[in-house]
């Protein structure tokens, strides 16, 4: 089982910027997925980005391109998310998620989470 722990969630003014970051221990494969997904109250966990630490490859959702980088650090198991631009309807708890190879955007593949962190952008 592999554990998650993120940090860097807080409060912001619109047009501001936060990283996130989520460092993962236990077992890992040899490439793995880690993603940030966010949820507000009576949403579904909405998929934002994802890395896969090894190879690097990355996918990251039109809604926040431009505005948001996802990074990792593989010596590190650590991924961070990057967030400018910041916007009021950014405000939500964002979760980090984590799976073995490759997982995709769907919430349910991804075997691990992170306790989540709370992001309020305010106007």
């Known amino acids: 089982q592999v554990r998650l722990v993120e940090s860097g969630g807080g409060l912001v003014q619109a047009g501001g910027s936060l990283r996130l970051s989520c460092t993962a221990s236990?077992?890992?494969?040899?490439?793995?997925?880690m993603a940030w997904f966010r949820q507000t109250a009576g949403q579904d966990r909405e998929f934002l980005a994802l890395i896969m630490l090894r190879s690097g490859f990355r996918d990251v959702v039109d809604s926040v391109k431009g505005r948001f980088t996802i990074s990792g650090d593989n010596d590190k198991n650590t991924v961070y998310l990057q967030m400018t631009r910041l916007k009021p309807e950014d405000t939500a708890i964002y979760y980090c998620?984590?799976?073995?190879?490759?997982?995709?955007?769907?919430?349910?593949?991804?075997?691990?989470w992170g306790q989540g962190t709370q992001v309020t952008v305010s106007s």
């Open positions: 236990g077992s890992t494969f040899s490439d793995y997925s």
């Open positions: 998620a984590f799976k073995n190879g490759w997982a995709g955007r769907m919430p349910n593949t991804f075997a691990s």
